[in-house]
């Protein structure tokens, strides 16, 4: 085993602080837009402990939940809910960047339920608010009845941690939902009359509206058309209602399972400005049968698509997202769990510094 002295920790110290004085500054970063990426966490409000714990990694902003208390509220009251949510954050020197899982409720507006025109209302609403207290993005799905699903949250992973796997052999056993067979054809109806509606409000007041994937990008699933399973969905997606506001949030993992080219649509969307918001993470698999990994040990060039990021003009909000469960930690929120974000921290971090690239 070769021997490490500590004249060799100095000379590797010494180093490393040269190529980082050497590393681009944020004037010279080639999006021309200053500091750079805004790495960020996702909290629900009240959860203070988790707030602490980002401050301590160095991350400066936060994706909030914010549906549970705007559907406890009058519309007239969203500004001043919302405003105490942000001074909850700002209190321990976050900032919110984004929310994230829809502002207000929005299972009618998916599935076409009577009742939805005015969840529609309560969602323009919030578009407005959310835009007054200064949160200017709202990453948003259209994943009818289901939402992000698994079919197990205990496969053992490296070390045994427990990831995520979606098994569709699993899944077609489990049978139809409450809603039974739901069609894409009427999932497509449904995202248009809801894009209709609340782009106008977006465009009006600069809100960009993120669409996510739907996780896994399968269609059907338990009897439930899904729409947004690939790149070119997509497009008709921002085709329906053509707008600056009407936009992506890159879900890496998701157009990794939908065996896309992540690589060259990340390049093309940064620089046709349509991604406001990127889910940092990988999988193994594809939509049939898909695990979750760790952040260091996917199929995916992790480096290079940080590399893409920065070099192609995005300068939002990124988390990662969907870490496994490590030692020490419970499952009761199968990839939520902290040690493991704070590994992915650590690592998105890492990697920038090494790629001389700033980031907040």
Not at 29 to 45: L, Q
């Amino acid at each position: 085993m070769p021997r490490f002295t500590r004249r060799d920790c100095v000379r590797g110290t010494a180093g490393l602080l040269a190529a980082r004085a050497a590393a681009p500054s944020a004037a010279a970063h080639p999006t021309g837009k200053g500091p750079g990426i805004k790495f960020c966490e996702i909290y629900n409000p009240g959860e203070t402990s988790r707030l602490k714990l980002a401050k301590q990694m160095g991350v400066n902003y936060a994706i909030s939940g914010v549906s549970g208390a705007l559907s406890r509220a009058r519309r007239e009251d969203y500004v001043s809910v919302l405003q105490k949510i942000k001074d909850e954050y700002a209190a321990q020197g976050i900032q919110i960047a984004g929310v994230e899982s829809h502002p207000v409720p929005a299972e009618k507006i998916k599935l076409g339920l009577p009742g939805r025109d005015e969840e529609i209302e309560n969602y323009k609403e919030a578009i407005v608010a959310l835009k007054k207290i200064g949160v200017p993005m709202i990453c948003y799905n259209f994943m009818a009845g289901l939402g992000w699903y698994r079919t197990n949250t205990k496969k053992e992973g490296r070390g045994g941690a427990f990831t995520s796997e979606f098994d569709n052999s699993v899944a077609l056993k489990q049978g139809l939902t409450q809603w039974g067979e739901v069609s894409e054809e009427k999932v497509w109806a449904n995202i248009e009359y809801f894009l209709k509606a609340v782009i106008p409000v977006a465009d009006k007041v600069g809100m960009q509206m993120a669409l996510h994937p739907d996780d896994p990008p399968l269609s059907p699933l338990r009897g439930i058309g899904r729409i947004l399973i690939s790149a070119r969905n997509y497009e008709r997606v921002m085709d329906t209602v053509p707008s600056k506001m009407n936009g992506v949030t890159f879900c890496q993992a998701n157009f990794v399972a939908m065996k896309e080219d992540i690589y060259s649509l990340a390049r093309k969307w940064c620089q046709r400005k349509k991604v406001f918001f990127v889910h940092f993470r990988d999988i193994e698999g594809d939509a049939t049968h898909l695990t979750e990994t760790f952040h260091d040990n996917g199929p995916t060039n992790m480096a290079k698509m940080l590399k893409i990021y920065a070099e192609n003009g995005f300068a939002g909000p990124m988390r990662p997202d969907h870490a496994p469960t490590m030692e020490g930690e419970q499952n009761d929120r199968p990839g939520y769990a902290m040690t493991g974000k704070v590994f992915a921290f650590g690592y998105m971090k890492g990697v920038m510094d090494g790629l001389g690239y700033p980031y907040e």
